[in-house]
């Protein structure tokens, strides 16, 4: 079935910086453009970064660029967030997310606090 695993949120310091993981399973990563999405406490969920199937396409959302960046390994079905220079805004749960031409998955989201 269908998987899209997040790791490496977690309590992090205004300035510094964390690694955000999602491992993919159940269906053919390289046919997918992958997003990381976030959904700050009572906020709507927001788009954060893009990444191209073959990963020669990024976007970012302003608030996040210059300090984020995503990339992917498709070798191990994996995408990556890393964010640097975190700010106590960045607080929110972080969701994969897989776009396909006709389907669409979800991860469950992970947890990331910047907080001093």
């Known amino acids: 079935q269908v998987q899209l695993v997040e790791s490496g949120g977690g309590l992090v310091q205004p300035g510094g910086s964390l690694r955000l993981s999602c491992e993919a399973s159940g269906f053919t990563f390289n046919n997918y453009a992958m997003r990381w999405y976030r959904q700050p406490p009572g906020k709507e969920r927001e788009l954060v970064a893009h990444i191209s199937n073959y990963g020669s396409s990024t976007n970012y959302a302003d608030s996040v660029k210059g300090r984020f960046t995503i990339s992917r390994d498709n070798a191990k079905n994996t995408v990556y967030l890393r964010m640097n220079s975190l700010k106590p805004e960045d607080t929110a749960v972080y969701y994969c997310?897989?776009?396909?031409?006709?389907?669409?998955?979800w991860g469950q989201g992970t947890q990331v606090t910047v907080s001093s």
């Open positions: 997310n897989a776009r396909g031409l006709v389907q669409n998955y």
